[in-house]
Structures are given as C-alpha cells and as structure tokens.
C-alpha cells in the first residue's frame, strides 16, 4: 500500500471548510491530477453514500477512480473509497485497483487544521509505475494539492460582493501610485530629463532605492513582493505550460492577444498615436518585442520572485504606462519621443483616463483568458489547474501592474465571462484598429526572406482566423483566410529548414492551425535578438526553452 499524508492550517472556520473540501466540484481546481467530475451534483458537499466518478490524469497515466462516501462526521472525518480503472494496456491487464482517502479536520470558527490521507493499493502496475516515478508523482501532486487548497480557501478576493468591473466609472480610474512616482522626477519647470535617464536605466536592473524620491522608493517598495493572495504552485504549473506549450502561447499572444486589444477604441488610439512616432519602423518592431520578451520573464520559472527579471519587467511596463499618462496629458519641452504625443491633442479626460482600470483589466485578460482560449483552439490539451494557474499568474502580474485586485477574474470560467462582457459593452471598428492590424501582419511577415513573404502572410491570416471570431477578425481589418495554405507552408517550411530554423517536434503530423503557428513562431527560436539602439536590452530566450523547443536533448 502506497500512503501519502498531508496537512495545513485554514484561516477560515472549521464548518465552511469541511463543507468546501467534501465538495467534489472544487477539485479540479486545486488538484493537479483531477480532470473532472461526474454525478449529479459536483457543487454540493458530500453525503454519506454518495457515488461520483473523479476523471484523473497523472505522470502519463489516465483514467478514473469510482468513489463512495464511506463515513461522513461533517466539520471532522469524511472516509472516501474507491476503484480506479486505466486506459492503457498495462491498467487494463492489471485490472481494478483500490484506493483510499481519509480527511481529518479540527478548529474552531478561527482556523481549521485539515489532514489528507491518501493511499493506492500497489499492484503489478503501480509497482512498474513506481519505478518509472509514478509514486514520487502521486505524492508531489498531493502536496500541490494541499497547498493550493489553503491558498484558495484564504484568498479574500475569491468571496464575498464585488464591483461589476465592466462598469464605466473603471474608465476614470487610473494609477495614482505610479502616477505620483513618474511625477516625483519631473521638475517645477516641466524638464523629464531625470525621468527619462531613470526609466532607461531600468532596463540595466534594479535601481538603488537610497537615489530615488520618496514617491519612486515608494513605488519600488510597494511592488517589490508579490500579493499575499499568490499561490506559488499555481506560478509553477503556469511557468511549466508555457515550457510545453511555448511555441503556441507566443503565437496566440501575437496573433490573438494583441488583436482583441485593438477592439478597445481607446486603447487602439493611444497605441495607433505611439505608432505613428515611429518614423523609424524598428521603433514599431522594439515595441512587439518588448511585449514578447515581458511575457519570457513572467512566465519564467521565478521570474515573479525577489528581485527576478518578470518582477522588474512589471514595475517597468507600469512605470511606462504612468509616463505615457503623463505625456498625453501634458505639453512638455523635451526631446523624448513620447512627449510628442501631446502634439496631437492633449487626451480627452472628460471620457477617461488614458490606461485606466477596465483598459487595463481588458488587457490583462488578453494575455490570459485569450491564450488558454487559443491554446485550447490550437489542440494544447489544458488540465482544470492548468488553465487555472495560467490565469492565476497574470491575475498576479495584473496587481503588480495596479490593477484593483478585486477587479480580478476569480477562477477561469469569470475571465471568459468578463472578457466577453467587456468585449460585448466597448469594443468597436475604427480606423485605429485597422492600422495597428496591418502594421501587425507587416511587423511578421517582415521577418520572413522575401521569397517566402507571401507565403508567410497568408499563415498568419490563417492563424488569425482561426483564433479570432470573424467580427473581431473584421474589426482588426483582417481579411478571413478559412483554408490551410498547404503550399505556403510547404514553402516556409523549407525556408526555415534550410536555415536551420525550425522547431523540431512542431510541425509533422498536427493540425493546420497548429502548424502555421509553429511556422511562424520558429523565427523566435533564437538566444538572442538585436540589441536596440537606445541600448534598451536583448532578447534573450532562456536555454531551457531554447533546447526545449528545438527539441534538443537535455544535457547535464
């Protein structure tokens, strides 16, 4: 018998938690390993007697576990025992086995303390299993369980009312912190010099707190540790999607996130006026790029902890976001490029604040609920705690970015709603999104030799088309493109090939969508990109994902 026990300690009352960890429906969202539930009633507490079906999937092993509610002493003891049953050959043979779990809870309406018990009955195939890690699986996976359990359980913003955060008056609200430091570095006389030296400097590192005026060290000691409400397992299962499923989470991010952007009529103006600075069109291509590599650090394995690259990547794009404010608002004598963005027309405040609150949390939800909707499309096979830990790790980067914290989806079912919400009241064709579409298709298929340009277009508005909705595709001024391009990938294909350019394991034997993209992406599979003129940094993709995603082997 294979036993695996863990506990933790619940800031909640004994009584809420025993009814939320006896109800079966929750599982798949802190548990690693539980794909779905079935019975008639997954969102209620268990009952004595009561019979489900848990869907399971773990260390390549899938298949069910039937489980009865043996003995049930609600707020103490909940007794589970069931029959798992395998997919595969080797389970099939090995016939039915028996598992066990055990929950023990004492407290009081202060805290609870919760034990899990879990055990396997260790059979021919669970001794095989063992030996391949199986067993080591099991119990790590029972770890990660407990763990996010406590993390959910204690989170205050996943209880209780909230503010509709579709509701027009996020549109006034902005980012007073970041606000008041960008502001602590312009002088009397309107000089941003200081500012523009300070914001160039970040892309070296961390600045030194002792230089910087109260409003700026305050800014970097508010944003310097991550939100109480962080799941740290979550952040690992997300950093480890986006090592599987890299090469589709950048296509999805280019060829979906950034389109649903456009949509906001807003958003596309302040982007379509930034644009149109760029007489110089790698400024355009620096600005793409920027947004790539701010999600390599983010999605990096503690790329969110002290001091780490996607922390600082957050305090910089926020900082940015105020210094744009500051620009479109104001009339300032400087040669910084974004400066001439109030040549144009100071920004309309009347309407709301330029990168507000809802702008924000729209966005947020592009890099999140979007690429696990695309994902999904491309044929990237998610788990429940998947999906939720992806978006679960940019709710994180969204608080780091100032974003009201109880403006945050509270799972991924409420991102897809409130993206769709908030699509469905503001977003509108206008000539903004037209041009940021095209600069868009001309920004990747520039990339592409001119041999194969055309080829490389007619990939991209596949993929498009595949991820977008043709409304949101049409609004983008994205022609629909519904059939596969055999040729033109046969084309690029080869392109890449011979230049030594392609992701090994990408491309053969997968569905068109999913091969355009990895087409399209296998141009970013490179150490290191240029470095940009005003020495702003590299893009540097990190080994790990290089070998993995070319397919070579690990080495020691």
């Not at 999140?368 to 999904?376: D, N, W």
């Amino acid at each position: 018998m294979h036993r695996k026990v863990t506990s933790a300690v619940v800031a909640r009352p004994v009584d809420e938690v025993f009814d939320w960890v006896t109800t079966p429906g929750w599982w798949p969202q802190v548990s690693p390993t539980t794909l779905g539930i079935e019975t008639a009633d997954a969102n209620r507490p268990l009952r004595a007697g009561d019979r489900f079906r848990e869907q399971v999937w773990i260390h390549g092993w899938r298949g069910h576990i039937d489980w009865t509610v043996e003995l049930l002493e609600r707020s103490n003891r909940c007794v589970l025992t069931g029959v798992s049953s395998g997919e595969g050959i080797v389970s099939r043979l090995a016939g039915h086995d028996a598992v066990r779990m055990e929950l023990t809870l004492s407290g009081d309406a202060q805290q609870t303390h919760v034990t899990r018990e879990l055990s396997y009955h260790v059979g021919i195939a669970e001794a095989v299993g063992d030996l391949l890690g199986f067993g080591e699986a099991f119990d790590a996976a029972a770890e990660i369980t407990i763990a996010t359990m406590v993390s959910v359980l204690e989170n205050p913003l996943l209880r209780g009312s909230r503010p509709d955060a579709a509701d027009e008056s996020w549109l006034h609200e902005a980012d007073p912190l970041a606000d008041e430091a960008v502001r602590s570095l312009v002088s009397p006389s309107g000089d941003v010099s200081a500012l523009e030296r300070f914001i160039g400097s970040l892309y070296r590192g961390a600045p030194r707190s002792d230089d910087l005026p109260e409003p700026m060290r305050r800014f970097f000691e508010v944003t310097a540790t991550l939100p109480s409400w962080t799941c740290q397992p979550r952040l690992n299962a997300a950093s480890d999607v986006f090592l599987d499923w890299g090469i589709l989470a950048v296509g999805a991010h280019i060829c979906a996130s950034l389109p649903e952007t456009y949509v906001m009529p807003r958003v596309a103006k302040l982007l379509n006026l930034t644009r149109q600075l760029d007489a110089d069109p790698t400024h355009a291509d620096r600005r793409i790029w920027f947004t790539v590599r701010m999600c390599f650090d983010v999605l990096a394995r503690n790329g969110m902890g002290p001091r780490g690259e996607g922390l600082l990547a957050l305090q910089r794009l926020r900082l940015i976001h105020a210094m744009v404010r500051l620009f479109v608002q104001h009339r300032l004598d400087t040669p910084q490029r974004l400066s001439k963005l109030a040549t144009f027309a100071l920004w309309d405040t009347e309407n709301g604040q330029p990168i507000s609150q809802l702008e924000l949390l729209h966005t947020l939800l592009t890099f999140s609920h979007v690429v696990v909707r695309a994902l999904e499309k491309l044929g990237a096979v998610l788990t429940p705690y998947q999906c939720e830990s992806y978006i679960h790790l940019w709710n994180v980067a969204g608080a780091q970015l100032g974003i009201r914290p109880q403006l945050l989806p509270r799972g991924a079912p409420d991102a897809a709603r409130m993206f769709e919400t908030i699509k469905g009241r503001y977003a509108q064709a206008t000539a903004e999104a037209r041009e940021l579409g095209r600069a868009l298709i001309w920004f990747w298929t520039g990339l592409f030799p001119e041999k194969v340009r055309s080829e490389a277009r007619d990939l991209m508005q596949f993929v498009i088309a595949q991820l977008l909705s043709p409304e949101t595709a049409a609004m983008n001024g994205l022609s629909d493109l519904p059939e596969f391009p055999a040729p033109a990938a046969k084309a690029v294909k080869e392109c890449l090939d011979a230049a030594g350019r392609l992701c090994s394991g990408a491309i053969q034997d997968v569905a068109g969508a999913r091969q355009a993209t990895a087409l399209i992406i296998s141009l970013l599979i490179r150490a290191k990109t240029q470095t940009f003129e005003d020495q702003s940094g590299t893009f540097d993709i990190p080994q790990e994902l290089y070998e993995r995603w070319r397919g070579i082997p690990a080495t020691a």
